[in-house]
């Protein structure tokens, strides 16, 4: 039985993503911010597709919490699974902000690199020792550290860091067995931000004038990618950026 922890998995993107693995078999841990009752619905849907799944409170711009995190994360891995390690971590959780580069501020930008980037970096290190040797990393960046669009800088950099950091992971975690990958959404019909591009109809319809496939990206679209590189057939991929965006811009 395979594990994946997913940060950021009760709603968006990332309840996509849960819902996909668990589909092909993997328990799933997953993170919420704020929404307890919203995180439990989606280990309830796992539940009654005949999986096993937890929900764990994490903000991840708090990196002082990340040590008592990992330490509950063991617990749950003992209690419902009698395993003291995971397979799978997925780097989800984050948010977004628009501003121009001459409005955006220091706590703007701050909170960018912390939510976006600090805690990947600090919470896959806080893991580390509990993800199983010939394990998965996948995280998740945007297709904005690709192509440009105003007001979106310090996410889409932090975004860009990110991707850097995962090159860096594969090189020394090679030694484990463990690939380390990033997927690159491109604009996605959720919530996040505002739900702007799923409930502004001339947006949408721009955006899907600009993609070669001639839509808006669905959420199915990134949790079965995500679901399709943690699965066997994709172990000799390791520190790429695989972009899911239905090649726009290209």
Not at 16 to 24: D, I, S, T, V
Request: glycine share 12%.
């Amino acid at each position: 039985m395979k594990i994946a922890l997913v940060t950021g998995g009760s709603r968006g993107l990332g309840k996509n993503m849960c819902l996909h693995l668990a589909a092909k078999g993997t328990d799933i841990i997953l993170t919420y911010h704020s929404n307890e009752e919203q995180a439990r619905e989606v280990v309830a849907e796992i539940e009654r597709n005949g999986g096993r799944g937890v929900a764990l409170q994490l903000d991840v711009s708090d990196h002082k919490s990340f040590e008592p995190f990992r330490d509950r994360v063991a617990g749950a891995l003992s209690e419902m699974w009698g395993r003291s390690d995971f397979d799978f971590l997925v780097n989800n959780a984050g948010t977004g902000v628009y501003a121009p580069i001459a409005e955006t501020t220091e706590e703007q930008f701050d909170r960018m690199v912390n939510i976006h980037y600090k805690s990947v970096f600090f919470l896959t290190q806080m893991l580390l020792p509990l993800i199983k040797d010939g394990g998965r990393i996948v995280n998740i960046s945007s297709g904005l550290a690709r192509f440009s669009l105003p007001g979106y800088a310090a996410y889409a950099s932090a975004k860009g860091a990110v991707e850097v950091f995962t090159r860096y992971l594969a090189v020394e975690l090679g030694a484990r067995g463990i690939t380390v990958n990033v997927v690159a959404p491109g604009a996605i019909e959720t919530d996040f931000g505002g739900g702007v591009v799923r409930d502004n109809p001339e947006l949408n319809k721009a955006i899907a004038a600009q993609t070669p496939l001639g839509r808006v990206g669905l959420p199915d679209d990134i949790g079965g990618a995500v679901a399709a590189l943690l699965s066997d057939d994709c172990r000799w991929i390791n520190g790429q950026r695989i972009e899911v965006s239905g090649g726009i811009h290209l």
